[in-house]
């Protein structure tokens, strides 16, 4: 059985986080295992409070992972400070791991920024070098940039500058635009779209969530960076398509809608 672990925030109230993704990765037929970065008190309608980890717990819970049960993909979620990122960072490092799903978690729906100007500065020069694949939404994508994307040139745009810093494929999710749930994967200088229906689903929370688990757990499986996206969006496209209804606000997604 293929395994693997997911970095980052808990949402006590299931439609996120790591429990997003280890439901993400037991519909998956995959083995789960996760580093908590930070406890959340919230649910659907919003987040009532944070609880950071210690850095020296996240160390701790790392080591105790890749020291017995290796993963086969890593994906990362929310971190929200550059300590813990520094950690995450020499821990993967230290223990050679592969096929890593970075979704850099910066940006709320909003547009509000989740994290100070020196955990973004981690995420971007420590964590995003070293993500096989990045996640980026719009609005962190602008972060990331620097300017607005309102097109598909402007996404194309971007992903280029960011192919100038980070060597890894980069996803950016154009769920954030109007028209359709359009995303672009540039690759090795390869531009590829990934075009997709719109599911009229107002219960949204934890898309980006499990959007990257499903590609860590494809990575995990041997796909490729392409058919990894394809596999995940046909996934989440399904998990929409079943309308939970959930919870008085966004409500979360259906994991397991076809077990």
């Known amino acids: 059985m293929k395994k693997v672990l997911t970095i980052a925030g808990s949402d006590c109230s299931g439609g996120a986080g790591i429990q997003a993704d280890l439901k993400t990765i037991t519909a998956h037929k995959l083995y789960g295992m996760s580093a908590i970065t930070a406890l959340t008190a919230q649910n659907t309608t919003g987040v009532k409070s944070i609880m950071e980890a210690e850095p020296e717990f996240v160390a701790d819970q790392l080591d105790a992972v890749f020291t017995d049960i290796y993963p086969d993909s890593v994906k990362i979620g929310m971190v929200l400070s550059s ?4 950690v995450i960072a ?3 490092l230290e223990y050679g791991a592969k096929n890593i799903v970075v979704d850099p978690v910066m940006v709320s729906t909003s547009g509000h920024r ?7 500065d981690a995420v971007t020069d420590i964590l995003l070098p070293m993500g096989d694949v990045i996640t980026p939404n719009i609005p962190e994508t602008q972060v990331l940039c620097g300017f607005e994307i309102h097109t598909e040139e402007d996404m194309i745009k971007a992903a280029g500058k960011l192919a100038e810093k980070y060597k890894g494929a980069i996803l950016i999710k154009g769920g954030h635009l109007v028209n359709d749930a359009t995303d672009l994967l540039y690759q090795d200088g390869k531009l590829q779209w990934f075009r997709g229906k719109r599911v009229a689903n107002p219960n949204t929370h934890g898309t980006g969530c499990t959007l990257s688990s499903a590609i860590a757990c494809n990575l995990a499986l041997g796909f490729s960076v392409e058919d990894s996206v394809a596999n995940a969006k046909a996934y989440l496209t399904g998990a929409l398509e079943a309308m939970l209804d959930l919870g008085a606000g966004s409500g979360p997604l259906n994991h397991v809608y076809a077990l």
């Not at 989740?114 to 973004?120: D, S, V």
């Open 83 to 86: 300590r813990i990122i520094r």
């Open 90 to 92: 020499d821990k993967l």
């Open 114 to 120: 989740l994290m100070c100007e020196e955990a973004m």
